[in-house]
Structure formats: C-alpha cells, structure tokens
C-alpha cells in the first residue's frame, strides 16, 4: 500500500516488474532509467545475485496528475526471476500497488511464464491481495528475436497461455531496443493512480 508523507505532500507507491529469469525485467528498468533521468529522483541500485539481479529506483510521474493535491512518487522495482530467489520476490512484492508482468515471447520459454504468473498470483495471496483487483499490465518482450529467425510465441498464445482470465492491457516490446517500453510503464502508471485514488477515498 502507498505511504503518505503529511510534511512533504508526497504519496510514495510501488510497481514492481516481475516474471521469469532472463525475461527482460532488468532491461524493461534500465531503459526506463536512462530514457527517463529527468524523472529520476535517485541512482538506480543494483543487488545482485548469480544469474539475477534486483533494480530498484525512484520515479516521479510527471504529468499524471496528483492525488488529492499530493505528488506522486513511484517506486520501480524488479524482482530476481529465477526459483530459487522466492523469498527475496516475496520481499520486494510487499506492500506493491502496481504489477508489470514482463513474459518471454521465446517458444521455449511458455512453461515458463506461466509457472511465474502463477507464482505471483500465489504470491499475492499471500499478502491478501488479488491479481484481478491490483493494476496489472502484461508485456510480451522479445518480439525483435523473431526478426533473427529464432522461434517466438505468436501473441494469440501468450494471450491464452497468460491473459484469457486475467484480461488486463498488454502490449508487445523489446526492451533492448525500447519498443513498447514506455507504453507499458505509462498504462502501468495510470491504472495505479487510479487504483491508489479508490483506495485513498475508501480509507477516508
């Protein structure tokens, strides 16, 4: 759940970036970070751990609009995709009010997608939420590798595979090259603000 800082006026959420190792997740924030310096309130850390690692830094989405009368600050993170770092996904999904769920469109990779979509809806459970009530945005990264010939899921199956229940906005990318990088986060981004403004009014 976001934190209202009184003094400064400022309401600090998170969205985290999560699915499976390697799918894109830490090129998804890196991008975002250098396309974005004006917006960044901080360094990017990096944690990392063999194979995986775990971003995080700050965001101010400008031009969104505040929240009654506060300014927004919008906490990026990604999560560490392989197995055996459940506990730290755990850790880093605590208190998150906006969920990227970064797929790879490799042929080879459908298992595991949807082992790591199911793994967050668990995830979520956990802390009593639900995936079909908090933002979700899906993005289908790696669409460039089928210009290179290599074998990549047509988007009508990733949609079945991961969006047939959930149906939330999803849009093809590559984030090395940056394609739908941008449109990802900004649908992300609206749909939190106006999910933190319900959750704001109920709370009063």
Do not use: H
Not at 124 to 132: A, P, R, Y
């Amino acid at each position: 759940m976001a934190v209202f800082n009184a003094k400064d006026r400022v309401i600090e959420c998170k969205v985290v970036y999560y699915g499976p190792g390697r799918c894109g997740k830490t090129t998804n924030l890196e991008y975002i970070f250098k396309a974005g310096k004006k917006y960044t309130t901080s360094d990017m850390v990096s944690i990392n751990t063999k194979g995986d690692r775990t971003l995080f830094f700050d965001f101010l989405p400008i031009g969104l609009g505040k929240i009654k009368g506060c300014d927004v600050k919008v906490q990026l993170y990604t999560v560490p995709g392989q197995q055996k770092y459940s506990s730290t996904r755990k850790l880093v999904l605590k208190n998150v009010d906006g969920v990227v769920f970064v797929a790879d469109s490799l042929e080879i990779r459908r298992k595991a997608n949807m082992l790591s979509l199911k793994d967050l809806n668990d995830n979520l459970k956990e802390q009593n939420l639900s995936i079909f009530k908090i933002p979700v945005v899906l993005q289908y990264n790696k669409r460039d590798l089928g210009d290179e010939g290599l074998p990549i899921l047509p988007i009508e199956v990733m949609e079945k595979d991961l969006n047939s229940k959930l149906k939330a906005p999803s849009f093809p990318g590559s984030a090395v090259k940056g394609d739908g990088v941008g449109q990802t986060l900004k649908k992300c981004l609206s749909l939190t603000l106006g999910y933190l403004q319900k959750e704001l009014q109920w709370s009063e």
